[in-house]
Nanobody, 123 residues
Framework: VQLQAFGGGLVQAGGSLRLSCAAS????????MAWFRQAPGKEREFVAS????????YYASSVKGRFTISRDNAKNMVYLQMNGLKAEDTAIYYC?????????????????WGQGTQVTVSS
């Protein structure tokens, strides 16, 4: 499975962005997926995850109510809609897929990673 994240950019505080993650190769349709982010000098952290079917989603407390994860299995796509962006959301955002049966908030449980897309929020 190859994952490619895109859609990042520069946005003012309070603005919105939608990140996309395209899966190719062996389909990731049956895999739970997640978004993580890594700010300069910090460890990679969990942002949001979604079950393989898309019927359940999970969020870090720092983004709950502002971000929405979704997926379109017919298109092999996963999305992260980010609203009400804050300066502290500035990071490289990565999508990831796990061959496990359920999504996780731990990086070590994910087998496949995209290359990351930069999100910069100016205050």
């Amino acid at each position: 499975v190859q994952l490619q994240a895109f859609g990042g950019g520069l946005v003012q505080a309070g603005g919105s962005l939608r990140l996309s993650c395209a899966a190719s190769g062996r389909t990731s349709t049956g895999y739970p997926m997640a978004w993580f982010r890594q700010a300069p000098g910090k460890e990679r952290e969990f942002v949001a995850s979604i079950t393989a079917s898309g019927d359940s989603t999970y969020y870090a407390s720092s983004v709950k109510g502002r971000f929405t994860i979704s997926r379109d299995n017919a298109k092999n796509m996963v999305y992260l809609q980010m609203n009400g962006l804050k300066a502290e959301d500035t990071a490289i955002y990565y999508c990831a897929a796990t061959t496990g049966s359920s999504p996780s908030r731990w990086t070590f449980e994910y087998n496949y990673w995209g290359q990351g897309t930069q999100v910069t929020v100016s205050s």
